[in-house]
């Protein structure tokens, strides 16, 4: 990587730099021992030529392509939406091909205190969660978390509910995946109890959810549905009351990092992400991955375009097959809605420098760091196998996330370049690409990653962002717990009755 106080090369072979700060027309760059003019401003994080690219040629970043120049681009000329498409409107064909191997870079011995559960699993929390078969008691569900959190404070780390508005006039597929989601958030070790409320007449049926969760611990599980006792509130408490008994009397005890599950997302993304805060993540989810952990990756259509990255890291030629068709499935529902697969990034994303899915697909999965892929998992599933593994699920915050912590997830790290206060069940670390984000929300960010873009050892970042994980772990709260952020949002895919 390449760097002066102007702008970032990542890789010799790019055609573009990243400005480090705002840049005007006839300012001089110097990169790797040239010195270009800049034909016209480029706004920090957004990208300038470093070498004239023809009308038709591809436009590399990261040492891949990220789209087609439109026309003819000089050297010093800013690079964006309008001189550059995405290569994915073109046919795309995929072939095993693995990688060579990557030694594994030795990992000291860490520990985080952590709370193991009856089957084995080890959760970062010991929190009682509320959760509702259908939205008709999502509100019910809220009002006695507030009466619990008052009512037993101090007892437990914390009660909350994480209403939904699903659950009714749902079918096939569509309920299925409500169901199985829910299942997979009950069974979550980061809960030392929860509380399953109904209303009865729901399709999305008690004992049809209990059956899609034969992992959970039936002892530290408390289930009714409102219809049929006479004060809700009075019957919930009661029950939380049971659950807080249990889950006072345990205790967190020092656990290797083989037991961290760590979800990756990126959310708010700019021009730095990819190359400060993604890469970041990447270096610690192989840390957790070289230690014996399972980072998860998901945000499947935000791989589009660098899929196969992930697919020639592929353990094995198995798990090629099941990438290839988790990514053509996903292409097809884009398609089945009459969305072109490209209509990626945001306004936000744009604005912030990134031009086109490709881009950002290839700044995204920095984020798995260079750790073979050993599983891939449908949504709603929970994580079988520690290594890599990648998680079904759209690109949205909320979906995506709340998929992480159903798979298993007990720490998210959440990348940004613009800034987020959003939460999730799991604790989740905002981690910001560039120190003016962190500098202007201290209270959305947790960790800084602007330091890397101003030359400093990424092994000295990497080791502090991990600290910051154990930290976490063992139970350290995040920002967005402090300011009471917690929510989750299930994928919406079918017809609503």
């Known amino acids: 990587m390449q760097t002066t106080h102007s702008a970032l090369q990542v890789d010799p072979r790019d055609d573009v730099a990243t400005a480090l700060r705002d840049l005007p027309a006839g300012e001089a760059v110097s990169l790797g021992g040239t010195t270009l003019t800049l034909c016209e401003p480029v706004a920090k994080g957004h990208k300038l030529a470093v070498r004239p690219i023809a009308a038709g040629a591809e436009v590399v970043k990261f040492g891949w392509p990220i789209g087609r120049a439109t026309v003819d681009i000089p050297a ?12 994915l409107e073109e046919a795309q064909h995929y072939a095993y ?29 010991n929190e009682i969660w509320i959760l509702c078969t259908v939205g008709c008691v999502g509100a019910t569900a809220r009002r006695l978390a507030e009466l619990a959190a008052r009512r037993f404070a101090g007892r437990v780390e914390g009660v909350h509910a994480f209403p939904h508005p699903y659950g009714c006039s749902q079918l096939g597929d569509d309920l ?29 049926q008690m004992d049809a959810l209990l059956a899609s969760a034969p992992g959970i611990d039936r002892n530290r599980l408390r289930a009714f549905t409102t219809q049929m006792v006479s004060d809700e509130y009075e019957t919930g408490l009661s029950m939380i009351e049971e659950l807080v008994a249990l889950a006072e009397q345990d205790r967190r005890e020092p656990v290797p990092l083989s037991e961290l599950v760590l979800g990756l997302k990126c959310g708010g993304s700019d021009g730095f992400s990819g190359v400060s805060a993604n890469p970041l993540v990447g270096r610690v989810a192989d840390a957790v991955a070289n230690a014996g952990g399972t980072p998860v990756l998901t945000e499947i259509p935000e791989i589009f375009g660098a899929e196969r990255i992930l697919m020639a890291r592929a353990q094995n030629e198995a798990v090629f097959g099941e990438i290839c068709q988790l990514v053509e499935d996903f292409k097809g529902y884009f398609i089945a809605h009459g969305q072109p697969v490209y209509e990626n990034p945001s306004p936000g994303n744009k604005a912030g420098g990134i031009t086109t899915l490709d881009e950002k697909s290839l700044g995204a999965v920095q984020k798995a760091g260079r750790a073979p892929v050993v599983d891939v998992l449908r949504y709603g599933e929970r994580v ?15 979906v995506s996330s709340t998929a992480l912590t159903a798979a298993g997830a007990t720490v998210i790290l959440f990348t940004t370049g613009r800034g987020t206060p959003m939460g999730f069940p799991a604790p989740t670390l905002k981690i910001a690409s560039n120190t003016g984000l962190a500098e202007r929300k201290p209270g959305w960010i947790d960790f800084d990653a602007g330091p890397l873009l101003e030359g400093e050892a990424p092994e000295a970042v990497t080791e502090r962002l991990l600290d910051l994980v154990v930290a976490t772990a063992s139970g350290a709260e995040t920002r967005a717990e402090r300011n009471g952020e917690r929510e989750i949002a299930l994928w919406k895919q079918g017809v609503t009755v």
């Open 76 to 87: 010093g000329a800013h690079v964006h939406t309008h001189n550059v498409r995405t290569l």
């Open 97 to 125: 091909a693995p990688a060579p191997s990557v030694q594994a870079e030795p990992v000291a011995r860490r520990t985080f205190d952590g709370y193991r559960r009856a089957n084995g699993a080890v959760g970062t929390r």
């Open 176 to 204: 299925d995946h409500t169901r199985t989601m829910l299942a997979s958030l009950a069974q979550h070790p980061n809960a030392g109890g929860v509380l399953l409320i109904g209303l009865g007449c729901e399709n999305n």
């Open 384 to 398: 079988r196998q520690k290594g890599l593994v990648l998680l079904e699920a759209p690109g949205n915050d909320a």
